[in-house]
């Protein structure tokens, strides 16, 4: 899954080829404004030449959008993000609903979940280790009356520490007054 998150651009476009090509999801001024779109942003992701055989209405949609995701492909990462940017300038309701931006909603919420489920566990570990250091602290002190209230506190506590931490406990406050 965490694989799925951090994919290059040309790999989700060849995820998303078939959903966009399919069903007519994008029609004849939309491919053009996006092919437009990259011949003219800068830095250029489509010559004039490019551009102007993607734009052929000669040639069927379908063909014409394979043939410029397949293009793209093979230019490299930069001219896929491109042109999923122009996609969402042009179209951002198809944007939203391409099946790689829905595995990416998924993954992220799934992540930021497991996220908020880890926090009450982190809490009680510091908490536990502030409270030990705390009663160490209050134990180790020399003065006779705080060994004597350490032993009344430890002595009435087996159901929060357990019998054989308060046990151990017992034992090192008894061997205290005889260093």
């Not at 989700?12 to 942003?41: A, G, W």
């Not at 951002?92 to 931006?101: F, K, V």
């Not at 931490?165 to 007054?177: A, G, N, Q």
Request: hydrophobic residues 35%; proline residues 3%.
């Amino acid at each position: 899954m965490l694989y799925r998150t951090h994919q290059s651009y040309c790999i989700r476009l060849q995820h998303d080829m078939y959903f966009l090509t399919s069903n007519s999801r994008l029609n004849e001024q939309v491919v053009d404004k996006i092919i437009l779109q990259l011949n003219r942003v800068y830095p250029q992701i489509l010559t004039n030449a490019e551009a102007e055989k993607f734009r052929n209405p000669k040639a069927l949609l379908h063909t014409r959008l394979s043939d410029l995701i397949k293009h793209l492909q093979k230019k490299g990462e930069r001219h896929c993000q491109e042109f999923y940017r122009a996609l969402q300038i042009n179209a951002e309701q198809l944007y939203n609903d391409l099946p790689s931006r829905k595995i990416l909603k998924t993954t992220d919420s799934t992540e930021i979940a497991t996220d908020k489920e880890k926090c009450p566990v982190f809490f009680l570990a510091c908490f536990s280790v502030a409270a030990g250091f705390a009663l160490f602290w209050y134990c180790c002190d020399s003065d006779t009356k705080v060994l004597g209230r350490a032993r009344r506190i430890l002595g009435f506590s087996p159901i929060i520490i357990g019998r054989h931490v308060r046990k151990i406990c017992m034992l090192y406050l008894e061997d205290l007054p005889r260093n």
